[in-house]
């Protein structure tokens, strides 16, 4: 089946530091991979989406590259705002699927303090 | 104007109890979906359809049934609510792989 992991549950920074999560996937074929994130009292929203096409995404400052040789996919972000505190989901869609099932993972909760 | 709400947004039943939640979309998308949240487990999918009148099987199905009366419209139903039911609902909508989500339905189970 398919799978995602983000080993890292929670991480705290503080404004303008490096921020890099971790995550990591199984499954047949190319996925279409994508990084959700959930700001407090809200549902997730998409932040970025890569394909096998492109490889690279960016959005508000995020970036997230599709490396095929180590399945991952992981986020940046060079200086990170107190507002972009929130939890960060790693997803992903099968390849020559229908448009149906995601796989997210557990996700990774970012605090930055001010 | 939000394109997926969610009713209620909180719930209070015991445990036996009956529980609807529903949920409406404007995008007029296809798929719709219903997800579960819970601390340690992230978003675990529950049920989805593909358009009125159809049910597809999620994840974590036990315990819940589900129904898509309209393009519109997708219900999750608890007919003999747990304590283990006790979690945060969202709903979502897609046309292609980018889900829209609603703000949630936080249900206690007591």
């Known amino acids: 089946g398919n799978s995602v992991t983000q080993m890292q549950g929670q991480v705290t920074l503080s404004e303008e530091e490096f921020l890099f999560i971790n995550c990591t996937y199984s499954?047949?074929?190319?996925?279409?991979l994508f990084w959700y994130v959930q700001y407090p009292g809200e549902g997730p929203q998409l932040l970025l989406k890569?394909?096998?096409?492109?490889n690279k995404g960016s959005s508000r400052g995020f970036e997230a590259t599709y490396d095929k040789g180590t399945t991952s996919f992981h986020l940046q972000k060079a200086s990170v705002q107190e507002s972009d505190s929130a939890v960060y989901y790693c997803?992903?869609?099968?390849?020559?699927?229908?448009?149906?099932?995601?796989?997210f993972g557990k996700g990774t909760k970012l605090s930055v303090k001010s | 104007e939000a394109a997926v709400t969610q009713s209620p947004r909180n719930k209070v039943t015991v445990t036996g109890g009956n529980v609807t939640l529903s949920c409406r979309q404007t995008?007029?998308?296809?798929?719709m979906y219903w997800y579960r949240q819970d601390t340690g487990h992230g978003l675990r999918l529950i049920h989805y359809?593909?358009?009125?009148?159809?049910?597809q099987i999620g994840d974590v199905p036990d315990g819940y049934k589900a129904t898509r009366t309209t393009q519109e419209d997708f219900f999750l139903l608890l007919e003999l609510a747990s304590p283990s039911q006790t979690s945060l609902y969202f709903c979502?909508?897609?046309?292609?792989?980018?889900?829209?989500f609603g703000p949630g339905t936080r249900l206690t189970v007591l």
């Open positions: 997803v992903l869609a099968p390849s020559g699927g229908s448009n149906a099932k995601l796989t």
């Open positions: 890569v394909t096998t096409a492109n």
């Open positions: 995008n007029s998308h296809n798929y």
């Open positions: 359809s593909y358009g009125a009148g159809n049910l």
């Open positions: 499954t047949t074929g190319y996925p279409t």
């Open positions: 979502a909508s897609s046309d292609n792989y980018e889900q829209y």
